[in-house]
């Protein structure tokens, strides 16, 4: 039997407005899903929460983390807030990174994360993480802030256009992991996002672990959200 609302997104001191916007992007991607406004009262099973939005602000985030519902690693994080509060709550995890509440961020946050619905995260997937990325690109220093992650490459949005040159170093932090500085390639361009590929390096064993411990990102209940729950 299916679930009526296979994907259940609470927001955490939003405004209603938000979360309505929320579920609009996701039926683009003919995903049903449940919102919940956790300052309204409303009942809800805290086992069925897959993911929450929330303001990157020192209440917010340590609210967040008090919250029985949030799950490290398994519960999606979308965070409101710019490159310096992705730097700031690197350690949250956040998966979504919105500049703003527009209709646009909120497009780009769904549209960074909606394939956990179709296809999980799985030991070879990229997962949807937004940290800071500082390039080192033979003389210039550029920075970027990741869309996703893998063990073999990152897709990274550039904060400011620029072509890279064939071999570049790129440096950042994973949460519930560490540091990191590794060659990489850019492979395409679509705008101010790039797909980079890294070079083999000594760190592919921690990539690896840390992409298998995301495994779980959107289960709830030890159950994963597939594609047969969520889509049309």
């Keep these: 039997m299916l679930r009526k609302h296979p994907f259940t997104l609470a927001g955490f001191k939003v405004?209603?407005?938000?979360?309505?916007?929320?579920?609009?992007?996701?039926?683009?991607?003919?995903?049903?899903?449940?919102?919940?406004?956790?300052?309204?009262?409303q009942s809800v099973d805290h086992g069925e929460i897959n993911a929450c939005v929330l303001p990157l602000s020192e209440t917010a985030v340590a609210g967040l983390k008090k919250s029985p519902w949030f799950v490290p690693r398994r519960t999606v994080v979308y965070g409101i807030g710019g490159a310096k509060e992705a730097t700031r709550f690197v350690a949250l995890g956040i998966n979504a990174l919105l500049a703003t509440s527009s209709d646009a961020s909120i497009r780009m946050a769904v549209e960074a994360t909606q394939s956990l619905l179709s296809h999980g995260v799985g030991e070879c997937g990229r997962v949807p993480v937004a940290t800071l990325v500082r390039i080192d690109a033979q003389g210039r220093t550029l920075t970027g802030i990741t869309k996703n992650v893998g063990y073999g490459?990152?897709?990274?949005?550039?904060?400011?256009?620029?072509?890279l040159p064939r071999e570049i170093v790129v440096n950042f932090v994973l949460p519930y992991s560490g540091s990191f500085s590794l060659k990489a390639s850019p492979r395409w361009y679509s705008g101010s996002l790039v797909g980079l590929r890294f070079q083999p390096s000594a760190d592919e064993n921690v990539?690896?672990?840390?992409?298998?411990d995301y495994s779980s990102l959107g289960y709830t209940d030890?159950?994963?959200?597939?594609?047969r729950h969520a889509f049309a």
């Design 153 to 163: 490459g990152m897709a990274l949005r550039l904060l400011r256009n620029a072509a």
């Design 15 to 41: 405004d209603t407005k938000l979360l309505v916007d929320f579920a609009d992007s996701f039926e683009r991607f003919n995903a049903n899903i449940l919102t919940v406004h956790l300052r309204s009262g």
């Design 222 to 227: 030890g159950q994963p959200v597939r594609a």
């Design 207 to 212: 990539l690896r672990r840390w992409v298998h």
